[in-house]
């Protein structure tokens, strides 16, 4: 089965740094995108950032431009999302999720994966 399954989230200070995790199974992990998106309490799912297959390609929503990088380790079937000068408004639920998008400027739309993980909580407190 395909599956992708973050880890890294926790409770963290505003200012402090999170390192999520994915590790991808089922697939050849290397042929496909990979994006994290996340979804705080009562909002909609909304995108954070983005990598291709080669991970020479990146993208970033404007809230996390600067603060959020987004790795791929393709030896090792695993995406990263290092969080820093983290803020209150980050708090959310964090999903990884896997794709073949035709074109890469499709990665910021939930529609372009067809993985996804069961998400990881990151808090951040003020």
């Known amino acids: 089965e395909v599956q992708v399954v973050e880890s890294g989230g926790g409770l963290v200070q505003a200012g402090g740094s999170l390192r999520l995790s994915c590790a991808a199974s089922?697939?050849?992990?290397?042929?496909?995108?990979m994006g994290w998106f996340r979804q705080a309490p009562g909002k909609e799912r909304e995108f954070v950032a983005s990598i291709t297959w080669s991970g020479r390609s990146t993208n970033y929503a404007d809230s996390v431009q600067g603060r959020f990088l987004i790795s791929r380790d393709n030896a090792k079937n695993t995406a990263y999302l290092q969080m820093n000068s983290l803020k209150v408004e980050d708090t959310a639920v964090y999903y990884c999720a896997s794709g073949a998008p035709t074109m890469a400027s499709q990665l910021s739309y939930p529609w372009a994966y067809d993985a996804w993980g069961q998400g990881t909580q990151v808090t951040v407190s003020s």
């Open positions: 089922g697939f050849r992990f290397d042929d496909y995108a």
